[in-house]
């Protein structure tokens, strides 16, 4: 027994680490998709039979390998930090594993309700836990597998997280079976029935045709360096790139042009030549544009916000919004009393931002003909949307707001380039896409450098900022017409209900474990 210790252990560690190497392959950069419906099968072999302790070590094991493969590219903002993510966001593997190890061994056919409800409510409290990290969830791996994903209009992503580990756990439920000698198969079948469910829901949905008015926006991307984007000696160069780009998109009569996050390198309504230059090329070009700048409290002294401002065709100001959701650590430092040594660590400055108060919705007009028998008519179309600026679109309870109170579509406005060519930007464009799928609205995003396109309400990225085969540090502009279809969908009525109800599931699981000394 003891000789066939160590092999046990190493025998463990590689299925851990086979899992872990299957999920990152699952995300991009790989994209090979279908690994996630299979990536934890070898974790659910590694933890089975193991004692409760084991079965936490092993999947926060994984969890701390698969994280470190999706979330290196934090190294580009502060190595420390970069370690303490990776090391707390294993945290939600390892208690994972520990109530999934468990969850087969009574009722191995509500076990296929309950693992997967277990993982989704971690799903959720990840998202939500210290600010929030809905980064990477196991949903969404399927982006670009659209069939799957058209439930998020009724589930969120969350329900195509639950889809995924369901499939996983049927696979597991059955080789274990089998292994077992036993010719139950009905795990698997179960499983591939809600698949398929699901699929045919996907399909129908992929088959309806919006409609609604045509808008047509144009994104730019201006690439702008991070050691030249505020350094005041640059500041002409950045506004002639932008400008020339501005010139350029207006040549294609958009309705709308769109910056990226802080493309404005200054306080716009603070310094005068900044305010000039930049009302003075709406002028020129007699469009409405939505430009990503730092900005001042209209109402207290040293209060800054991260901002998106809306100018008229006429170079004055529509709305400001404010960015009301905060990175921390990058866009201010929380606790910053017992944090102060952080800023030390960081390898960029770290904002001294605070969060706006008020969910904005932009407000404007486009001239529409319309043609009678008797005359030619100019009508006044409005256009209501909303902007989510950085990271905010990773948050599906924003993006739900805004549609709530009446955009027809979403912007996001980001600045990726501090990740370097890493799968930062790819990743961070894969939540849009939910955000698109769960509200069935047109996501336009616009990046200084990053993935800056177009997806409309199934799903799929439509039109998208590229040269020479890359959309990454690439200079351009796209113009893509979106239907401002007014829908609303189960989920921007009611939200996370199904998150809610995966969450009620465990916690009845937890609360049976204790009563029947299931954590002994």
């Known amino acids: 027994m003891m000789k066939e210790k160590p092999q046990i252990v190493k025998a463990d560690f590689f299925l851990s680490t086979l899992a872990a190497f299957c999920l990152i392959l699952s995300f991009p950069s790989f994209n ?41 590219w934090l190294v580009h903002v502060t190595l420390p930090g970069m370690v303490i993510v990776v090391i707390y966001l294993g945290l939600y593997f390892g208690i994972f594993g520990f ?15 309950v693992a997967p409800s277990v993982w989704v409510a971690l799903e959720w409290v990840r998202s939500h836990m210290f600010g929030g990290f809905g980064w990477a969830l196991l949903a969404h791996s399927q982006s ?39 010719n139950y198969t009905y795990y698997l079948a179960i499983a591939l029935l809600v698949l398929f469910i699901s699929l045919a829901y996907g399909g129908l949905r992929l088959k309806n045709i919006f409609a609604g008015e045509l808008l047509r926006v144009a994104v730019v991307q201006g690439n702008i360096p991070q050691d030249k984007k505020w ?11 932008y400008r020339s780009l501005t010139l350029e998109a207006s040549n ?61 065709e006429d170079g004055t100001i529509v709305e400001r919004y404010d960015k009301l959701h905060l990175v921390p650590f990058g866009e201010y430092v929380p606790l910053k009393n017992v944090f102060w040594f952080v800023e030390k660590f960081a390898a960029r400055p770290i904002g001294d931002f605070s969060a706006g108060k008020n969910w904005t919705v932009f407000n404007f007009f486009i001239e529409r003909k319309a043609k009678t028998e008797q005359a030619h008519w100019k009508l006044l179309k409005k256009v209501k949307f909303s902007c989510l600026i950085c990271f905010e679109d990773i948050f599906p309870d924003m993006a739900r707001e805004f549609v ?30 939910f955000r698109a799928v769960e509200n069935r609205v047109n996501v336009v995003r616009a990046a200084n450098t990053g993935i800056s396109c177009f997806i409309d309400q199934k799903g799929a990225v439509v039109a998208e900022v590229s040269s020479g085969g890359s959309n990454l540090f690439v200079r351009g502009i796209k113009t893509h017409d979106i239907v401002m279809a007014n829908t609303r969908t189960i989920y921007t009525k009611y939200g996370d209900i199904f998150a809610y109800l995966c969450i009620c599931v465990t916690l009845i699981y937890c609360v049976g474990l204790i009563f029947k000394g299931g954590a002994k």
Do not use: C
Request: proline share 4%; hydrophobic share 50%; glycine share 6%.
């Open 32 to 72: 090979l998709w279908f690994f996630a419906w299979i990536g934890f099968i070898p974790l659910f072999l590694a933890i089975d039979g193991k004692s409760l302790l084991k079965a936490f070590f092993i999947s926060y094991l994984t969890g701390v390998l698969f994280f470190f493969g999706i979330a290196y």
């Open 99 to 113: 109530a999934a190890s468990r969850a087969s061994d009574s009722h191995p056919m509500a076990a296929l309700i």
């Open 144 to 182: 670009s597998n659209l069939p799957v994903i058209q439930i998020a209009d009724v589930t969120g992503a969350y329900g195509v997280s639950f889809l995924v580990m369901m499939i996983n756990y049927a696979v597991f439920l059955t080789a274990r079976e089998i292994r077992r000698k036993n």
């Open 231 to 241: 350094d005041e000696n640059f500041r002409e160069e950045i506004l002639d790139i």
């Open 252 to 312: 294609q009569h958009p309705d709308l042009i769109v910056w990226p996050e802080t493309s404005v390198p200054g306080y716009l309504e603070l310094e005068r030549d900044l305010w000039e230059s930049v009302s003075g090329l709406v002028k020129d070009v007699n469009k409405p544009i939505l430009v990503g700048t730092p900005s001042v409290s209209r109402s207290a002294k040293d209060v800054y916000y991260n901002s998106a401002v809306l100018f008229r």
């Open 404 to 433: 709530k109170r009446g955009a027809a579509f979403l912007v996001n406005i980001t600045n990726d380039a501090w990740f370097g060519r890493t799968a930062a930007a790819y990743q961070h464009a894969q939540t849009s896409v």
